[in-house]
């Protein structure tokens, strides 16, 4: 059996993994590169791999760093099945569509405006495209078997969001864990990651492998920066992603609200995309930990906007008041309208509530970026901005360390790290090195494993 590492490898996103045994192959995982421009070039490359010739696709769960690139694959000519949990084909149903749209309207803003070096800018895939590869899904239950050639393979829950899943797949005599992104025991939405199988290798994410998790109360810090913004007067802006993050704010604002330590004061979730989500936090409720009676809290609290009417028609909202929107790294969506409008003002405040991958409009700004370039218009930045900590859904690298301890893993396990950034890959593996009887090491993008 081989790997090869097409994405997810010395870098946190776009991650790829080409499985090869005797006679099948199958990618686990197919997501978008993001980040860097030197990055997001790779996916107008075509993947050095047989796409039409490819078994299957499976895929760890629904972010689109990791199921992002499908719509492009099924252009390109993949026909196979394309296998993951329920709740990760419905989260897909959503996510991949609205990337679709995203990049169809950017494409057609920046053709209007003339921003683009193309005469004629086009999306790396559109609404429909996404919709087509849909057809393609084909749901598993967590530790379902399936069998895919001479590859055996089964799914159990990672935490982390809706359906997120390691995959355990045997071949050839070995059995490989792909850990997927891993979530946190004290996740506020979703529980603790399954400990693992006995493995000969593990594939192990390492977003979080240079940084704890800091000891504080998010609910807190949460009360506190939106406190700050109503003594302002101005509008707090929320870039949030639309799973998992955006619900995990409505929960929190909501609960605030009604425990009298934030005042009443509109909220409103302008992003069609979460919305949907959050109906799927309904229907999975088992998945999570969220009663019904807080799914509704939820719903009672938080003004849902949808059409690009209500959207725009926040401008004429009254100060203060809260929007959250699409996207948490502030690379597309709604929340970049509501940037180029309140940046300059110095009563807004932009709030980032999670990881803000290099190269990102976000990471910019919260390294103190004085001006924002925003659909080819630099924007003054006056806004206060900041961060809050303690909502990431990915373990931090000593909670990998407590999740491999409770797990069967061997002593020698081969460990290859992947989908992190080169300091946190680099640290986690000295970490578990040191900690660990694990032989640890950092994959390498198109690196070809062979396990004998």
């Not at 980040?35 to 490819?54: H, M």
């Not at 979703?190 to 940084?211: A, K, N, V, W």
């Not at 924002?372 to 859904?393: D, F, M, Y």
């Not at 460990?415 to 950034?421: C, D, N, P, S, T």
Request: glycine share 8%; net charge negative.
């Amino acid at each position: 059996m081989k790997i090869t590492f097409l994405g997810g490898a010395e870098t946190v996103t776009g991650s790829k993994y080409l499985v090869t045994t005797a006679s099948t192959r199958i990618l686990v995982d197919c997501g978008l590169f993001q980040g860097y421009k030197w990055l997001r070039r790779r996916n107008w490359q075509t993947p050095p791999l047989d796409i039409k010739g490819l078994d299957a696709v499976v895929l760890t769960h629904a972010h689109l760093d990791h199921s992002g690139y499908l719509p492009v694959l099924c252009d390109k000519g993949f026909k196979g099945p394309i296998h993951t949990h329920a709740a990760t084909a419905d989260l897909c149903s959503i996510l991949l569509p609205d990337s679709g749209r995203i990049q169809e309207e950017d494409a057609k803003f920046y053709a209007r405006h003339q921003l683009s070096r193309h005469d004629n800018p086009e999306p790396l895939y559109d609404e429909a495209a996404a919709k087509r590869c849909l057809a393609q899904f084909q749901p598993l239950d967590f530790h379902q078997p399936l069998e895919i050639g001479d590859i055996r393979l089964h799914l159990q829950p990672a935490g982390h969001i809706l359906g997120a899943a390691s995959i355990i797949l045997e071949a050839e005599g070995k059995r490989v864990g792909f850990s997927g992104d891993v979530g946190r025991d004290n996740d506020m939405l979703m529980p603790p990651p399954e400990p693992l199988p006995e493995l000969d290798l593990l594939l192990l994410e390492s977003t979080y492998g240079d940084r704890l998790h800091p000891l504080i109360d998010p609910f807190e810090q949460l009360a506190e920066v939106v406190n700050d913004s109503v003594k302002r007067g101005g509008v707090l802006l929320i870039p949030s992603f639309a799973v998992g993050r955006a619900q995990a704010l409505q929960h929190m604002l909501a609960t605030l609200m009604a425990d009298g330590r934030i005042p009443r004061l509109p909220i409103f979730l302008d992003s069609p995309m979460a919305i949907d989500v959050t109906d799927l936090y309904l229907d999975y409720q088992r998945l999570h930990r969220l009663d019904s009676n807080q799914c509704r809290q939820m719903g009672a609290t938080i003004t849902f906007v949808s059409s690009v009417e209500e959207s725009k028609a926040l401008a004429d909202q009254q100060y203060p008041h809260i929007i959250i929107a699409g996207s948490g790294m502030a690379t597309g969506g709604r929340i970049l309208h509501h940037m180029a409008r309140l940046l300059p003002e110095h009563s807004t405040t932009v709030l980032f509530t999670g990881y803000q991958a290099g190269g990102t409009r976000g990471a910019k700004m919260l390294e103190g970026a004085q001006s924002v370039r925003i659909h080819g218009q630099w924007i003054p930045n006056k806004a206060k901005v900041t961060v809050i900590q303690g909502l990431s859904g990915h373990a931090d690298y000593l909670g990998i360390s407590q999740w491999l301890a409770k797990s069967k893993l061997a002593k020698g396990t081969r460990i290859q790290l992947v989908h992190g950034e080169p300091d946190a890959l680099e640290a986690q593996r000295d970490y578990l090195r040191q900690t660990t009887d694990f032989e640890v090491e950092v994959a390498g993008y198109q690196q070809i494993l062979t396990l004998d």
